[in-house]
Structures are given as C-alpha cells and as structure tokens.
C-alpha cells in the first residue's frame, strides 16, 4: 500500500539563509504503490471513453485522415511544428519569450553556419533538436531501461552535473532550504531506484491500454520525481513515448502536455487525487478522467492544425498555378520539382535560406535559390535580411498560424474569442 513515511529534516546552514529556513523537523514523504501490482479497475464508461479517445488519435494518422477524406493531411510532417510551440510555450513558462521566426532562424544555424541568432531563441531551438532526438531514443529501443530514461535526462539537460537518479530528498512547492512547508515531497531518495524499476518493467509491458498506461506512467513518474532536474520535461516526453511505443501515433504531434499545462489547476488536482492513499480512494480514476479528457482536447487541436494547415497548402498551391498563369506557363508545377517540395515542406522548414534549402531537398543552391525566388513572386514566401549577405525566406502564413495555435492552446477553452490566453505567457495576435 502506497504510504506517507515520516521523516526527520536536518536543516543546512550557512550565510543569506534566514532563521526559518534553518529550523529541523519532521515531514512527510510519499511513497507511492508499485504499478505493476497496483490493482485498478475501470468502470465501464470509462473503459468505453479511453477507447473511442484512442480510436480519435489514431484517425489523426495520414492513413486514417486518408480513409475519412480520400487524402493525407501530412500531420506526421508537422511533428516539428507542434513540438516547436510546445518548446517555445515552456520557455516562455520560465521566463524567456522568443518570437517564432527567431526561433526558426536558430534551427537554421545547425546548417548554414552564417546566420546569427540570440542566445534565447538558440535554447529553444536547442530544446527542439533534443525533444526530437529524446522522441527517437525512447520510441525505437527495444525496451526502455533506467539507462535510457536517464540518458534522455541528459540529453534534456546538455550537461551530466545533475544526470541520474538523485541521491538528496526532494519536493515541491514551499522554500527552496526545506521540505517542511512542501506542497508535495516525493518519495526519499533511497527508494527512487525500486520505483524506477517498476516503473520501466510497466511501461514495457500492455497491462493497460495506451491511453491509461501514458496516464500511469506519467503520474507515477512526477510523483517519484527521480532527477535533481529536469523531472517535468522528461514526464512529459514519456507521455510522447508510451503513445509512440504502442502505435497510437507516429511521432509526437498530439499537444497533451500543452493541453495539460493550460489545464494547470485541474492537472495539480488530478496528480494529488492519484496519490491519494485511502483505503477505497477513487483518485486514480479522476486523475485518468482528467487526462482522458486532455488527450481528446490535444486529439482536436491537432486535427484543427493540421486542417488549417491543409487549407494553407490549397491556397498557395492556388498562389503559384495562378502566378504561373501570369508567366505564360499552362502546367502545374512538376511533383518532383525542387519549388514543389520546397511548398508541400513549408510547415516544417518555415524559414530557409538558399543553402539550407539545397542541403534538404538535395539540389544546388543555384536550383534552390531561384524555386525560393519563383516562391517569393507567388506572394508564398517573404524575403527577409537575416544578416550581411544572408537572405532569408519566410513563410508568414506559416509563423501566423504557430502563434495563432499558441494562443489558443494558452486559452482556458481553446478558443481565444471566448477565453484569452492566460495559462501562460503568449505571443501578440499576427
């Protein structure tokens, strides 16, 4: 049975640490039941909920989207893109708010060394490139180990000072010299490599379906808190991995943790109603009601981007057949040709230069460089001077659109006419 263990504080001293922070005492450490001996029983509807918000998100797939409309969405190409503005809505979370297009001209650096960039938007890029790669690792190993959750932390974090398990107490909430005044402390750390075990040995296995095992897993997960740092992006990409792993998406384009983090005081309920410890408790089952739910909002946004999405591909390709009418030229563009792929790619790859360009869709950049210019003149793309003999093109209606779903996804009701976006900090309407 899960448990709350009563602990003695030994307070640390030492210079600018007030005469409250150093007093000792006891306090009160949760030790959550193992997941794969925790009995749980869904109720039916319940059961009958999960499935259809599970049948919701694998429709999502190009082939489900396919077999509703006679044609793919390309959600899966989008991948980048949400996992863009989830990585700019966290940094904006702590403090830093780069607009998209800088955020957009950092990724470029990785591939033309030219471009400059400001420090803020090179940490989101940074957090994107590693959300990608940490998406990878846990999805493709053949089964998750302790190591490789704690190399996903390291790779989150850049650094090995704070990697693995820790080896300290630690909680939330309250002063940051003391778990007395805590609003929750995880399980003491001697316990941290136990939990964790059971943790993965859950996680490899199909107890559950995917949706209640993504819920148990990131739950149990926060609520042992293994790392020094770095516990809430790594709960959240085990969410991603989990749905990965049993094939309810391909990659990590549903914004659940997005739809979570809007949802911030319901999610804090939903994890203290899991770790309710009473005898006969029905906490688990309003933690799993309440992540349901996030799935089924995070399943229709997605579904509403990449429908806006498709609109905008529809109107450029609109764009460029007329201005090709203009030139004189009766046929479509060529579905091999570099200017095509360069559009059908534009939520991906928003901003590009000329060498970045001929890098990706493997051209020259003589090629490249005049299908961006054709772009340009279709009025798809926006020159713009990135730096002295750097030009940039971007695609407007692309960096719109980003942040128009920012904010609603900040929004209470996913709907900013309704609601303004206040779960966290978001860009000014385009």
Known sequence: MSRWLEQQWVPVGGPGIGRRSRVGGPYLAFLPDLLTTRGLKLPADLARQASRVEQKILNLSDRGVRRETGSGTGLEGIARFLLRSEAISSSRIEGMAPQPDKVAIAELTRTDPDVPVTNVAQLVANNVSVLQQMSAQLRDTEELTNEDIMAAQALLLGETRHSGFREEQNWIGGSSYSPMEAEFVPPPAEHVPELMDDLVDYLNGATHGALIQAAMVHAQFETIHPFPDGNGRVGRALIHAVLQRRGLVEAPILPVSMVLGTWSDRY?????????????????????????????????????????????????????????????????LRSDSIERKILENLPDHPLLTAPVAAEIFATTRTSAGKALDNLVEAGVLRRKSID???????????????????????????????????????????
Do not use: C, M
Not at 298 to 325: C, N, P, Y
Not at 405 to 430: H, W
């Open 388 to 430: 002295r003999g750097v030009t940039g093109y971007l695609a407007d209606d692309v960096f719109d659109l980003i942040t128009l779903a920012e904010r609603r996804l900040a929004s209470t009701r996913f709907d900013t006419a309704i609601s303004p976006p206040r779960a966290r900090a978001v860009p000014k309407q385009p």
């Open 268 to 332: 804090v309920h939903g994890l203290t109603r899991f770790r309710d410890d009473e005898a006969g408790s029905d906490g688990i089952l309003e933690w799993l009601q309440i992540f349901i739910n996030a799935a089924s909002e995070a399943a229709d946004q997605a579904r509403r981007i990449a429908s806006e999405l498709g609109l905008l591909r529809q109107e450029w390709r609109e764009q460029v057949d007329v201005h090709r009418r203009n030139q004189g030229k009766t046929r479509a």
